[in-house]
């Protein structure tokens, strides 16, 4: 039995949920036919839904005709909730695409066709309220020409020569199969429906049960079960709590198939998946495995999201819909902003449309939303589920930003230490393109690891205009070149350097700023369509000739328009209409401001003095970190536009004269400044009382005082009350496995994540650490000490192995400290205990420092909860 996934959308009111209803009745699902305004509908069984007579929530039901297993999934229809509606999409094999035969093709009805074939979805036509007065299935016919470029066909004539020779017009396959046989058979019929090459036309009342087993029956016969891989794969398309509050990641299999107790990708780790269920209505069956077509729940994962991918469908999908409106939250005095910030989080996870907007350095929350119906449910949301009366208050539109013009952003991260370089080529793509990020640096150039981390911190972020602060948009980032330090480049450092490349490139190129548009559909009385034209007018709206309706004395008037002028305009058109006026929007995109200076005047953001996102890039000159404007950038980056790596002498840096020491800098960055000025002083510090505890050993220096080699010998010691804890570096690095699988990408960010270990062992015990890694291969290298981050980091001299290193400092330092070694080499370890040193091996220590870091966890944890 073939698996089919169908959902129903339609424009608000149309008879979505009544549709549902008679399908599931005439299937045998439910054995009363329920209806959306007396309360009993089988899919509005919220108590909110039920009071408002909208579906908020998706939901789905499962159900057999035929020889067809569908599961259907039911879509709110309000243009606030519609990206719940794009969300249920991303599964969907079919749809079913309602209209109301008396209001016709509403803006809501363009902008939903027009989802559909963004996510190629074949598609069904349903005109409802056929036995309502007003209702022409010609006219009918005729709107859903236009609506799909004449692909509709009307299949209450299936089976007449007509019907087939109009169908075989929509391909040319068809035309010639109708040529030589007079007719189409349903596997051709199939085939150009799921193409979305031809669209079937049905008519009915869904309320009064008529042409619905019709669509049904061509439901079962002109569907096509997706060929679906043999490998696991799925795809989340919401995220709900159960009765029990339980959190439930839905999903619908894509592939292959999967079972309970299965490890499942859950942020950065794995979960277990503790039950699959199959939900029908707000009922479900518990099921040991769940296979490829299936629409279920997963109980047991955390972290997942609506769009993510499971299995080979790791690629999320980015939603096409996003609000367009801002609230900031009024909590109820005294209410700690921190403590709820939670449940504003819960919810965006239910909804992710409902973005809630943090203001860390505030700390006060907005929330960005569809539309003041859904601000509405949230207020009563928020209110049942966490006793929170909260208001908002009037809102603001939510502007983005893109570029005119390509650019190439430069960003340089260098303070004392620290080492970045990133160069990104930005450039414009068109109108609801988003952001795209890609990489097209060689390897030879820049390693894999490091091209990685900087597009992931392209991505992570939300990146913030220069014109007003808004977040960009519509642009294609690619990483075209970057350069690192052998020695101190960390992670982090790329994190800046990408992020004032960014800003950088957007200071040196001809911004746009954009703003959200409607498109709308007013119905109102004829005689008001001069006022309702000249305010469109004003409004900066683009819209087309008034349709007129002599029988209702009405007009019709579709458009498009910007959401700052039309959001309040429904009040005013209910003024001046004396409440016979219809003024219906749905979120249409961006484009150009209309007032763009207005705006930016109005907003009064400064780019200059926004310290959390620097333009300006930090060199190192003279031994200490400085800023370099982001207009002299070029004049002092290492890497010229063309790939080429400048010359440059050891650090000299940029002139001291080019420092600008008026520009603005953040907390921050003024931080790293300091601690790149006075990070020398605290090394020769560190290396004196180095050298106080422990000699000229630690140093490398060959002669020994005369207390250390006469010293008297030591007790037996634990590891744990070791005073210096003595590390060979490369043996770690290849005994533990994520170090060795790094090292094969670059062996540089492998030293610098076992220093950063290191660093975090050190913190947990009061014992010194210091780790040594060969360099007897490198000619003319000569031992170099440093400290990075309170662990003394050691380079051999040239000829000397680390083995040699750590045998002569334990011989000389065994008997006056307590000296612990780790290391797996066996050789080494028969020495450094002859000198009474206490051994550990690689692999062991790991173990420790595992152990040490759950305990500390515990304890701060407890701490926390005290």
Known sequence: MKKITIGIIAHVDSGKTTLSESILFQTGVIRQFGRVDKGASFFDNDALERERGITIYSKQARFTHGDTSFTLIDTPGHSDFSAETERTLQVLDYAILLISATEGIKGQTETLWRLLGDYQIPTFLF?????????????????????????????????????????????????????????????????MICARKLIPCFFGSALL?????????????????????????????KIGRSEDHQRLTFVKITGGSIRTKSLLKDGDGESKINQIRLYSGSKYQITDHAEAGDVCAFTGISESFAGEGFGTKEEPIRPLLTPVLSYRVRLPYGTDAVKVLPYFRMLEEESPELSVLWDEEKKELAVSVMGKVQLEILTTVLKERFDLDVTFDTGEVLYRETITKPVTGVGHFEPLRHYAEVHLRMEPLEEGSGLVFESAVSTDRLAKNWQRLILTHLMERTHKGVLTGSPITDMKITLVNGKVHLKHTEGGDFRQATYRAVRQGLMMTECRLLEPFYRFTLEL???????????????????????????????????????????????????????????????????????????????????????????????????????????????????????????????????????????????EEIDKIIAGISRTNAKERKDAEWKKKYGDAVTGKTSLPDYVKSAPGIAPFSFEDAEIVLVDGYNVIFAWEDLTALAKEN????????????????????????????????????????????????????????????????????????????????????????????????????????????????????????
């Open 127 to 191: 005109f409802n309220k056929m036995d309502q007065d007003g209702a022409d299935k010609d006219r009918c016919l005729k709107l859903a020409a236009d609506l799909s470029k004449d692909r509709t066909r009307d299949f209450t004539d299936i089976g007449t020569p007509a019907f087939y020779e109009d169908c075989a017009l929509c391909q040319e396959a068809a035309m010639e199969e109708f040529l030589e046989t007079g007719r189409l058979s349903a596997v051709t019929l199939a085939q």
């Open 209 to 237: 049960q008529e042409g619905v087993t019709e669509l049904l029956s061509a439901l079962d016969a002109y569907t096509i079960m997706p060929d679906y891989p043999e490998e696991f794969s799925a795809r989340v398309y």
């Open 525 to 667: 009385p004829s005689e008001q369509v001069g006022r309702a034209l000249n305010d469109l007018g004003l409004m900066n709206a683009e819209f087309s000739a008034p349709d007129l309706d002599p029988s209702k004395g009405t007009s019709l008037i579709s458009g498009r328009g910007p959401v700052a002028a039309l959001k309040d305009y429904p009040a005013e058109i209910a003024a001046y209409t004396k409440g016979l006026g219809i003024l219906t929007f749905f979120p249409d995109g961006y484009g150009p401001c209309h007032n763009e200076e207005e705006v930016i005047a109005r907003i009064g953001y400064d780019p200059l003095r926004d310290v959390r996102n620097p333009a300006d890039s930090v060199f190192c000159s003279h031994g200490a970190g400085v800023i370099v404007p982001y207009d002299e950038v070029y004049d002092h980056m290492h890497l010229d536009l063309d790939g080429r790596e400048r010359y440059r002498e050891v650090e000299k840096g940029p002139s001291t004269s080019r420092v600008v020491s008026s520009v603005p800098l953040g907390t």
């Open 747 to 866: 062996i540089d960010a492998a030293r610098d994540s076992l220093i950063d270990t290191l660093s975090r062992f050190k913190a947990m015990t009061a014992a010194d650490v210091i780790v040594v890694f060969d360099a007897y291969r490198v000619k003319g290298h000569s031992s170099e000490h440093s400290i990075f981050q309170d662990v003394r980091v050691v380079y051999t001299d040239e000829d000397v192995t680390a083995d040699q290193y750590i045998e002569h400092f334990t011989n000389a330092l065994a008997k006056k400290t307590k000296v612990a070694v780790v290391t797996s080499d066996g050789t080494e370890q028969i020495i450094t205990r002859g000198h009474g040193c206490r051994l550990i091996s690689s692999r062991e220590f790991k173990n420790r420092i595992d152990s040490l870091s759950t305990r500390f966890n515990e304890k701060f944890n407890v701490q926390q909860r005290s």
